[in-house]
Antibody, heavy 120, light 107 residues
Framework: EVQLLESGGGLVQPGGSLRLSCAASGFTFSSYAMSWVRQAPGKGLEWVSGISASGTSTYYADSVKGRFTISRDNPKNTLYLQMNSLRVEDTALYHC?????????????WGQGTLVTVSS | DIQMTQSPSSLSASVGDRVTITCRASQGISNYLAWYQQKPGKAPKLLIYAASTLQSGVPSRFSGSGSGTDFTLTISSLQPEDVATYYCQRYNSAPRTFGGGTKVEIK
């Protein structure tokens, strides 16, 4: 059974940093693209970032480019999102999601998310 | 960037009704379109990919169509368990933009 378990969320002040993690199990992690998608309270889904199976290709939304870094540790079956220079508008539930292939970019499995709150 | 526009933003229909949700891309995206269902307090669930391919385990009352810029998600006979918000997503290139969502309720 595919499982994706996010962690690392919390309350942080504007300008601060957080690192989110997503522990994957139930599939061969190193064979699949992965993504981060966020949802602000009461709002719709916003694609944030994606990474290829090997980790060599990364992609970002304009709203986070230069502030967020996606990475993965394939031997540890873990996806990361390093978030720096956080803004109030980054407040959201952050989901990690699995792609169906090594570099295919819709998402066939999703985690329940970890909540990030940016507030002073 | 390519924008994705969904309509309507919400709808109310009776059990058994045929429901149609549209998604329009600001530029052609071939068939690189997925549809997701999100129930309150839950993670999104993949319904359809490649515009018209039903994900395994999804009821056959859900169907998708379209190519290029105009896409449709159809629920052939609305059921109470279909109450949710539905999102389209393009995935041909980054950023993999979502539509704004369509909230479906039972009348």
């Amino acid at each position: 059974e595919v499982q994706l378990l996010e962690s690392g969320g919390g309350l942080v002040q504007p300008g601060g940093s957080l690192r989110l993690s997503c522990a994957a199990s139930g599939f061969t992690f190193s064979s699949y693209a992965m993504s981060w998608v966020r949802q602000a309270p009461g709002k719709g889904l916003e694609w944030v970032s994606g990474i290829s199976a090997s980790g060599t290709s990364t992609y970002y939304a304009d709203s986070v480019k230069g502030r967020f870094t996606i990475s993965r540790d394939n031997p540890k079956n873990t996806l990361y999102l390093q978030m720096n220079s956080l803004r109030v508008e980054d407040t959201a539930l952050y989901h990690c999601a699995k792609g169906p292939r090594s570099s295919s970019w819709y998402n066939d499995y999703w985690g329940q998310g970890t909540l990030v709150t940016v507030s002073s | 960037d390519i924008q994705m526009t969904q309509s309507p933003s919400s709808l109310s229909a009776s059990v058994g009704d045929r429901v149609t949700i549209t998604c329009r891309a600001s530029q052609g995206i071939s068939n690189y379109l997925a549809w997701y269902q999100q129930k309150p307090g839950k993670a999104p669930k993949l319904l359809i990919y490649a515009a018209s391919t039903l994900q395994s385990g999804v009821p056959s009352r859900f169907s998708g169509s379209g190519s290029g810029t105009d896409f449709t998600l159809t629920i052939s006979s609305l059921q109470p368990e279909d109450v949710a918000t539905y999102y389209c997503q393009r995935y041909n290139s980054a950023p993999r933009t979502f539509g704004g969502g369509t909230k479906v309720e039972i009348k």
